[in-house]
């Protein structure tokens, strides 16, 4: 059964196991230009600093978790017949779509995380608040997942207008 799996399909479970391994890096960063913050962010414990998605916000972690989802089941369900035609490819493409409107949202609503007294004193003390490597691979990870299922709905749509071929009478 798995080698009828298509490299689309593929594709789809690399990007789930690769928004996986992003849950487990750092998901926001505070950071300083002045050198001043900077040392007295250094000398806070490293989780108040380097973020895990698991304190970030619901655009955190549900993208991730979403794209392994439908990772997971184009894999294990993509190849039947029924399943691939009832609208699975279009399910994974909703899917992956909903997944890149949350990172762009996470994206904007990056601060969010943090309380406004907390964001105001941030501000304040020229802390910003960025990315870190979890969020870049995570988006990464919902661009694959998107490309894939486009390119998956148009192999469905190809092969629904090929001509079947109908067995002949002996």
Not at 43 to 70: H, K
Request: charged share 15%; hydrophobic share 55%.
């Amino acid at each position: 059964m798995l080698s009828r799996v298509s490299w689309r399909e593929w594709v789809g479970l690399g990007a789930g196991l690769l928004a996986l391994v992003a849950l487990f890096l750092p998901w926001t960063v505070l950071s300083s230009g002045n050198p001043d913050v900077q040392a007295a962010l250094a000398e806070l414990p490293a989780d108040d600093v380097s973020r895990s998605v698991w304190r970030s916000t619901f655009f955190g972690w549900f993208p991730p978790l979403l794209v392994l989802a439908a990772g997971v089941t184009v894999v294990a369900v993509g190849r039947i017949p029924v399943v691939r035609t009832g609208g699975l490819p279009q399910l994974w493409l909703v899917a992956a779509a909903v997944a890149l409107v949350s990172v762009v949202l996470g994206w904007v609503l990056i601060d969010w995380q943090f309380g406004s007294e907390e964001r105001a004193l941030l501000a304040a003390s020229g802390v910003s608040v960025g990315a870190g490597a979890g969020r870049y691979l995570g988006a990464l990870a919902v661009v694959a997942s998107l490309v894939a299922a486009v390119l998956d709905v148009r192999a469905l749509r190809e092969e629904s207008r090929r001509p079947r071929k109908v067995p002949r009478r002996r």
